[in-house]
T-cell receptor
Framework: AQSVTQLGSHVSVSEGALVLLRCNYS??????LFWYVQYPNQGLQLLLK??????LVKGINGFEAEFKKSETSFHLTKPSAHMSDAAEYFC????????????FGTGTSLTVIP | KAGVTQTPRYLIKTRGQQVTLSCSPI?????VSWYQQTPGQGLQFLFE???????NKGNFPGRFSGRQFSNSRSEMNVSTLELGDSALYLC??????????????FGSGTQLSVL
């Protein structure tokens, strides 16, 4: 089975600063990796996904993530944080021969300080 | 196009009771999966249904069960509720659920509190 580790359950950054949210996965096969975001009182939304087409993946709202096979990592970054980026971020891996089974990390809560 | 709809939005139950949660997927989506979200545990996969059949199941006790109807709507049932079942239960739908890179569409969840 897959496992996903998100380092840092809480991350605080100043408005305009770099956002870096870490995600490491364990997988014996090429993974499909995702980042989802959950805004307060809303369901999760897909930010971006890696499906082996390119190692640097660009998502919505200026976020991007880089797949590094040697480090089994898929860290999420954004050059300049906005107040509206405050949310819970989840890294996920999918597998399943007969259907989707997603493994999610425990989440990282991002706070943006004005 | 309407999104994934979960009802009710909030539920308060007492220990020992049972509860049924409902999920209506996006029109045309045939795969529905359920997740339990708790602080510190993140999202944990409960089960996934496709064409009225359970295809995948997570590591939850048999008190947690589900079903899917011919119109793809799904229900999740928890019997003999325990305090630890208090959580946000999320439903997600996808078109076929067979492509590993397929995007999940989530509902806003049902917040269950067990007293």
């Amino acid at each position: 089975a897959q496992s996903v580790t998100q380092l840092g359950s809480h991350v605080s950054v100043s408005e305009g600063a770099l956002v870096l949210l870490r995600c490491n996965y364990s997988s014996s096969v090429p993974p499909y990796l995702f980042w989802y975001v959950q805004y307060p009182n809303q369901g999760l939304q897909l930010l971006l996904k890696y499906t082996s087409a390119a190692t640097l993946v660009k998502g919505i709202n200026g976020f991007e993530a880089e797949f590094k096979k040697s480090e089994t990592s898929f860290h999420l970054t954004k050059p300049s944080a906005h107040m509206s980026d405050a949310a819970e971020y989840f890294c996920a891996v999918s597998e399943g021969r007969t259907g989707n089974q997603f493994y999610f990390g425990t989440g990282t809560s991002l706070t943006v300080i004005p | 196009k309407a999104g994934v709809t979960q009802t009710p939005r909030y539920l308060i139950k007492t220990r020992g009771q049972q509860v049924t949660l409902s999920c209506s997927p996006i029109s045309g989506h045939r795969s529905v999966s359920w997740y339990q979200q708790t602080p510190g545990q993140g999202l944990q996969f409960l089960f996934e249904y496709f064409s009225e059949t359970q295809r995948n199941k997570g590591n939850f006790p048999g008190r947690f069960s589900g079903r899917q109807f011919s119109n793809s709507r799904s229900e999740m049932n928890v019997s003999t509720l325990e305090l630890g079942d208090s959580a946000l239960y999320l439903c997600a739908s996808s078109l076929t659920g067979t492509a590993l890179n397929e995007k999940l569409f989530f509902g806003s969840g049902t917040q269950l509190s067990v007293l």
